[in-house]
């Protein structure tokens, strides 16, 4: 069967890599220039296998002088394939077309040296068959998931760089002029921080997730080491029910807390907010440190209790301090949780002045704040979540995986 | 002997189960405030015809004038007192004001005297019931007298003290199930349903699969690995308010990149609106058929954001597998396939498992991502977007509220099928 063969796996991968590269370059090559480029696939799809081949029939003799004649040979298929001018350009940007050429050959070849490494041309085992379908799929995908991940985020920076006119007259220009003075280049970051008020949110958002995370320590600390380690009565019913609790979205709360706290009149409030916020981290935070307590060795405890510690004190002396690596995740989690708060901070906060992040971003939703401020608002919002991530990834990670079902 | 010992570790358990209760009061009042007093407060209204314009309370409006010059000795002068009730959809029973004429003044004349008398030197209007949008004077004819002092004598110093009752529906205990019969009679119920159940089904299943590949992918040791790792997880660290946003533009049919792309490269004709379109027609060997567009971008989103949620859990537990299982696969000549489906998949089923019906509760209870990129619009109402849209949109919060009734009943019926399989696994 022909799908035995390697020589069959390497057209197969080149011919694959070939449009992906090709896609991947005519884009790079789109936004790069701004000029019009049509997406050519046809002439890939017969020198990408023709690469593959060439690849997989001369793998005996591979060095360093045999793999810069193969790109420079693709190169050339590529330029006579499309009679001299792929991309339909003017002259001028000819020499940067050949580069995007060079390049896509340069990781075709590459791909297929990742993917065709000790394939053999002839018939294959059922195991090189599937340890070649992993590997090339294992790169692409590599490559895919990553670049999925990013472009939104990319998008978001670039955006927020940009003013009004250049985003109308081509949206696709997503290269940063940096010659331009950091006042231009900065507008709209400098506008939000002078005239929308988010140094104001930037504080606002502060303040409540700080004090959040402080009011479910707080709180969740001692109830957290009662469950693990104290014979509460019906400790079942409250773990089953701290649970429950934690899967109760705030949509459902969300009418009864409107009417409740606009009656009392803490609904367009920060102390509003400070209230309902804890409750909903509480039973997140109780049921990750319940877990850390319980793996704490309970030994210790009774040589403490023996010692003559109280309970409170061994609280504070013991535990806290054994579990410090877990608190720190459990306070980055809460942290992260409230900063990312959206919808009852958009249904409790209409004063302007008390707006936090998420409140302020959606704010600038409207047809007449430009795109680029908005998207500097969600960079704003963004970046301290960022910081504290990249700082703190550990705990962070381990934050997740405890208690990361939420949200 | 025994009983001594019996005792006192009965004292013990005591102390225990006393300051384990004190731990957790707080967490138990926090709780019973902030979320199962709600919970409750939602059933509540949910059995009642509430709109926003209810949450400001019906009022009694008095407003006391002067007419004429009170200066004067014989000249008479009017004391008025217009009071109007402010709600235009309640009456106001029992409405009595009260108000003090001073010394200085002899009345003469009292209208309307049916409800209206003068107590020594009070008054007191009993006005029974005053329905709702009405209006109506209290006229006082008065003149002074000799007692009369500058200062002291001005009528307006005492503010009219008036008392009410008013049915507030809130309050009152008046039910009906009018806003049930709305939220399961419209027609749109089962499409709301539908939507839901897409948007769960697929949304959990397609960012575990993602997350599933992703994990597979990054347990192959590279360089740069723990960079890799980090940056997946950036979409699901990111406030939803900021990537939603970022997804909006990023597919804007005017102003985006990825439609101004798939024009320059011939791909479309016109711009698509991703967010916007309900439908688009897609043929296939001939066949058209209505692919949902933004349902499916949203859908698209969900996995998006949360594949790192399920690629950091899948990824931790394959990394606690011993290796040595899988050298000794291969001595025995297992593909990578039949590794991976032998070996791994068995080991992580019971996670993947676990993920799925956490996930799936989530993501059916899942707002603020849908209501950020299309608002509820064009095929992607899902029950939640529905509470926000009835009590807060059309301003009926009854009708708001029993959807919400609605989602919880869900969402009880899913815990208690994830508690009943989660005993099973050890998470």
């Known amino acids: 069967m022909f799908w035995k063969y390697g020589l069959f796996f390497s057209i197969l991968s080149g011919g694959i890599w070939g449009i992906f590269w090709q896609i991947f370059f005519t884009v790079i090559g789109i936004l790069t220039l701004g000029i019009p480029l049509s997406l050519e696939l046809s002439q890939i799809m017969i020198i990408g296998p023709l690469a593959g081949i060439l690849y997989i029939k001369s793998q005996k003799f591979l060095s360093i002088k045999f793999h810069l004649t193969a790109i420079i040979i693709i190169t050339f298929l590529i330029f006579i394939s499309h009679l001299g001018n792929p991309y339909q350009v003017e002259d001028e940007n000819r020499l940067i077309i050949f580069m995007l050429i060079l390049l896509t050959s340069f990781f075709i070849w590459g791909s297929l040296n990742h993917s065709l490494y000790n394939l053999s041309p002839g018939e294959l085992s059922k195991y090189d068959v599937e340890s070649f379908f992993i590997k090339f799929t294992w790169g692409l995908g590599l490559i895919i998931l990553i670049l999925i991940t990013l472009i939104p985020f990319y998008i978001m920076i670039i955006t927020s760089l940009k003013n009004q006119q250049s985003l109308i007259l081509n949206p696709l220009d997503i290269s940063v002029n940096l010659n331009t003075d950091f006042k231009t280049l900065f507008n709209s970051y400098i506008e939000l921080f002078t005239n929308f008020n988010f140094h104001l949110f930037l504080i606002n958002s502060f303040i409540v997730s700080c004090t959040t995370v402080i009011i479910t320590l707080f709180f969740s600390i001692p109830g957290a080491y009662a469950l693990a380690r104290l014979r509460v009565p019906n400790k079942k019913i409250f773990s089953g029910t701290v649970i429950l609790i934690y899967l109760i979205p705030s949509i459902v709360l969300i009418i009864p807390l409107y009417v409740i706290f606009s009656s009392i009149g803490l609904r367009n409030s920060l102390f509003g907010l400070i209230l309902v916020y804890p409750a909903t981290t509480i039973p997140v935070a109780l049921y990750m440190l319940r877990g850390y307590f319980s793996a704490l060795s309970s030994e210790i405890d009774d040589a403490a209790l023996m010692d003559g510690l109280s309970r409170i004190q061994i609280i504070l002396k013991i535990a806290i301090p054994l579990s410090k690596p877990a608190i720190v995740s459990v306070g980055l989690y809460v942290f992260m949780i409230a900063w990312n708060e959206f919808l009852i901070a958009f249904m409790f906060l209409d004063d302007p002045s008390i707006f936090t992040l998420s409140r302020g971003i959606m704010s600038l939703n409207s047809s007449e704040i430009p795109q680029q401020h908005l998207m500097a608002g969600a960079v704003i919002a963004t970046i301290p979540i960022m910081i504290i991530f990249l700082y703190l990834e550990k705990f962070l990670i381990s934050g997740l995986s405890a208690g990361g079902v939420k949200g | ?427």
């Open chain 2, 1 to 427: 002997m025994t009983n001594i010992i019996k005792k006192s570790k009965n004292t013990l358990l005591e102390k225990e189960k006393k300051l384990g209760l004190i731990l957790l009061l707080p967490t138990i009042l926090i709780v019973l405030s902030v979320v199962i007093f709600p919970l409750l407060a939602n059933f509540w209204i949910s059995f009642k015809p509430v709109s926003l314009g209810d949450l400001r309370p019906p009022k009694l409006i008095v407003k006391e004038r002067i007419k004429g010059k009170l200066s004067d000795k014989n000249q008479i002068a009017e004391i008025q007192y217009r009071y109007r009730n402010s709600s235009i959809k309640y009456d106001l029973e029992n409405v009595i004001i009260k108000d003090i004429i001073p010394n200085g003044f002899t009345v003469k004349d009292l209208q309307p005297t049916q409800f209206c008398r003068l107590k020594l030197k009070e008054l007191i209007c009993n006005l029974n019931n005053v329905s709702s949008r009405s209006s109506g004077k209290i006229i006082l004819k008065v003149h002074k007298n000799d007692q009369w002092q500058e200062e002291l004598d001005n009528p307006k110093k005492t503010k009219p003290f008036v008392t009410f009752s008013s049915k507030n529906v809130l309050t009152s205990f008046e039910f009906n199930t009018e806003n049930f019969k709305k939220v399961f009679s419209a027609s749109e119920f089962f499409e709301v349903l539908k939507v839901s159940f897409y948007y769960t089904i697929f949304g959990t299943a397609g960012a575990l699969l993602v997350g599933l590949i992703a994990a597979q992918i990054l347990q192959k040791s590279f360089r740069g690995r723990s960079i890799v790792r980090g940056l997946l997880l950036f979409p699901y660290v990111s406030p939803v308010i900021a990537v939603a946003f970022a997804w909006v533009i990023l597919f804007d049919p005017y102003s985006g990149i990825v439609n101004s792309m798939l024009v320059q490269m011939n791909v479309i004709d016109k711009p698509i609106n991703f967010f916007g379109q309900k439908y688009t027609d897609i043929i296939i060997f001939g066949y058209v058929f209505k692919f949902p567009l933004a349902l499916s971008m949203v859908i698209a989103f969900e996995i998006w954001r949360y594949f790192p949620l399920s690629f950091l859990f899948i990824l931790a537990r394959m990394q606690s597998f011993p290796e040595e299982v899988y050298d000794a696969a291969k001595i025995d000549g297992a593909s990578p396939l039949q590794q991976f489906y032998y070996i791994s998949l068995p080991f992580l089923i019971g996670i993947m498992s676990i993920l799925f019906l956490l996930r799936f509760i989530w993501t059916f209870n899942k707002f603020d991502d849908i209501f950020l990129l299309t608002g509820g619009n064009a095929g992607t109402r899902t029950f939640t977007v529905n509470v926000y849209e009835q009590a807060f949109a059309i301003s009926n919060l009854g009708a708001g509220a029993a959807v919400a009734v609605v989602i919880f009943i869900f969402l009880l019926t899913f815990s208690l099928l994830f508690m009943r399989y989660s005993k099973k696994e050890t998470f």
